[in-house]
């Protein structure tokens, strides 16, 4: 995959608010680009013509980035959607990682939306754009507080193959839970297999968590009143990989924080020291006026990530090939 110049969504932001203000200002070009179509590309559609689809890496740091697109995520979709388009690039230009490449997966609900589970081939550099600007966002979901992450779960873990890998990363960014079982009827209907049966969603998990080894993580959005029960049935099968994501402008920056500290690269002081350089570069380049909020923006991003930091997860090592680096001092100091 090639590695050249990749587009930055922001570059024709306008700072139009929409009716979540809360969540951050999406730009009119964002609008535009996604949510129009009125069914997804048969590039992102498990099955084609009858036959599955296989996601392939050949890469040393495979990434998938799952977003759940369903009506309860209201516009906060769109911010992230337009912050996905910046990830690559990030994680380039600071030297997080030596050849990334990432597959975006949007999810639904499969028992009731039409197109529930959409998933591109890991790219790198513009085909990341290319197949961004083909996600259909359905805005459905049942309304019962749970959507098809399992399944989609089940799809990476049965037909993502990986070669070459050092250190896989799993993001799953949504706000609702998910169901206990994958169903038979699901498998048959999004990924041909005549003869499938349930399969309970603890096992996709311990699956899933061995596949990318251990590095699955939710970027948690609130949800209301069902937040904590929510919150707790993640907690079962990922403990402290689950990330409070309470403002979801900074979906890449706690993201590019969560591999800083995973690969050693960074603590949490030193990774915040980055976040300030670049938010202040960003309104820098996009000419932001009224009051510097940078001061704000680093409190917030010191809640989201600090109780990863103190994790144990996020000080052990991962047992893959090539491993992660020695011990070093970031490593003692997030350990006292």
Excluded at 293 to 311: C, H, N, V, Y
């Amino acid at each position: 995959m090639g590695s050249g110049e990749f587009i930055d969504f922001d570059t024709t932001r306008k700072h139009r608010t929409h009716s979540s203000g809360s969540f951050g200002d999406v730009s009119d070009d964002t609008f535009l680009k996604v949510g129009r179509a009125s069914k997804a590309s048969p590039a992102l559609l498990p099955v084609v013509n009858g036959k599955i689809r296989t996601v392939d890496s050949f890469h040393k740091h495979p990434i998938v980035c799952m977003l759940d697109v369903t009506g309860s995520m209201g516009n906060s979709v769109y911010v992230i959607y337009e912050k996905l388009g910046t990830f690559f690039l990030e994680i380039q230009k600071n030297n997080y990682l030596e050849d990334p490449a990432i597959s975006f997966a949007a999810v639904g609900d499969c028992y009731c939306d039409h197109t529930p589970l959409q998933v591109a081939q890991f790219s790198q550099s513009m085909e990341l754009i290319d197949y961004l600007e083909q996600v259909y966002i359905e805005h459905g979901g049942g309304g019962q507080s749970c959507e098809s992450y399992e399944t989609m779960l089940y799809y990476y873990w049965k037909y993502c193959q990986m070669q070459n890998t050092e250190v896989p990363f799993f993001f799953i960014i949504g706000d609702e839970g998910f169901y206990d079982t994958v169903k038979g009827d699901h498998r048959r209907k999004h990924f041909g297999e005549a003869l499938a049966t349930d399969i309970k969603s603890e096992k996709i998990f311990e699956e899933i968590q061995k596949k990318f080894a251990g590095n699955v993580f939710l970027l948690h959005l609130p949800y209301g009143g069902d937040d904590k029960k929510v919150l707790n049935q993640w907690r079962k099968m990922l403990g402290e990989n689950v990330i409070n994501l309470v403002d979801p402008t900074l979906v890449v920056e706690v993201m590019l924080g969560i591999i800083a500290m995973t690969m050693n690269t960074r603590n949490i002081k030193t990774y915040l020291d980055d976040f300030r350089t670049l938010y202040q570069a960003d309104r820098l380049k996009k000419a932001v006026t009224g009051p510097d909020d940078t001061e704000a923006k680093i409190g917030t991003m010191r809640q989201i990530l600090e109780p990863f930091s103190q994790s144990v997860k996020a000080l052990a090592k991962v047992e893959v090939q090539g491993g992660l680096p020695e011990k070093s001092g970031s490593t003692l100091s997030r350990r006292r």
